[in-house]
């Protein structure tokens, strides 16, 4: 089974620059996840889609973060424009999310991707 | 509000000795799942372990165990003969079962095997 696909792997640009990240979940996984993850820091969530519809992003900073999952497959996220402070790795993950019951947790356990490591100069 | 909270930043182990990696939480939910993740030097996170609140025993995956104290609310990770290999961060996280189950991770541990 293929794992969860990130592309590019390393991005350095300038500050006020754009950039964007794709995600290829696994496929079947209706939940896919974006994480931000600061040098030393755990994961943090950015936004969480439910096949093609948002169901938390409330860390996202959506004056410059957006994203989108087209489909319900694909999903790519965009900085515009890039700060120094958003140097980080970005991960996406999915899982195959059962709703109800309480085996239903183990199935929603989260695959993650390599991740994006962002450097903005 | 879910909160996971790893005390340990860094820690050491020789070669083919146990250590345990400590997590604890706190939730108001009654149900929810605990999970530990490795993430290696080549920033992938790798799925170890999961144990389910109402889990009557602690979770086993090969080397890897979950000591669940849940009136403690602990989550320890312990490894057996650690391997060289098992040099990480190790993170420990947690999904409740509000809303469309929110993960929320813990600051991680850096655990270095020495040979």
């Known amino acids: 089974e293929a794992g969860v696909a990130q592309s590019p792997r390393y991005k350095i640009i300038e500050k006020r620059q754009s950039v964007a990240f794709w995600c290829n979940p696994i496929?079947?996984?209706?939940?896919l996840y974006w994480y931000q993850q600061i040098l030393g820091q755990g994961p943090k969530l950015l936004i969480q889609?439910?096949?093609?519809?948002?169901?938390?992003d409330s860390q996202l900073p959506k004056d410059r973060f957006s994203a989108e999952r087209l489909k319900g497959v694909d999903s790519t996220l965009k900085i515009q424009p890039a700060k120094l402070e958003d140097s980080a790795v970005y991960l996406c993950?999915?899982?195959?999310?059962?709703?109800?019951?309480?085996?239903?947790?183990?199935?929603?356990?989260?695959?993650f991707g390599p991740g994006t490591r962002l450097l903005v100069l | 509000a879910q909160k996971i909270t790893q005390t340990q930043p860094g820690m050491f182990v020789q070669e083919k000795e146990a250590v345990t990696l400590d997590c604890t939480y706190d939730?108001?939910?009654?149900?929810?799942?605990l999970f530990w993740y490795k993430q290696p030097s080549s920033g992938e996170m790798i799925f170890l372990i999961y144990?389910?609140?109402?889990?009557?025993q602690n979770a086993t995956e090969g080397r890897y165990s979950l000591n669940f104290q849940k009136a403690r609310k602990s989550a320890n990770l312990v490894i057996s003969a650690s391997q060289l290999g098992d040099s990480a961060m190790y993170f420990c996280?947690?999904?409740?079962?509000?809303?469309?189950?929110?993960?929320?991770f813990g600051t991680g541990t850096k655990l270095q095997v020495i040979p």
């Open positions: 993950a999915s899982s195959l999310v059962r709703r109800g019951g309480l085996a239903g947790l183990k199935q929603e356990t989260q695959y």
């Open positions: 496929s079947g996984h209706a939940t």
């Open positions: 889609f439910q096949n093609n519809g948002v169901v938390d």
């Open positions: 939730t108001s939910d009654q149900s929810y799942g």
């Open positions: 144990q389910g609140s109402y889990d009557e």
């Open positions: 996280a947690m999904r409740d079962r509000g809303g469309y189950q929110k993960v929320t």
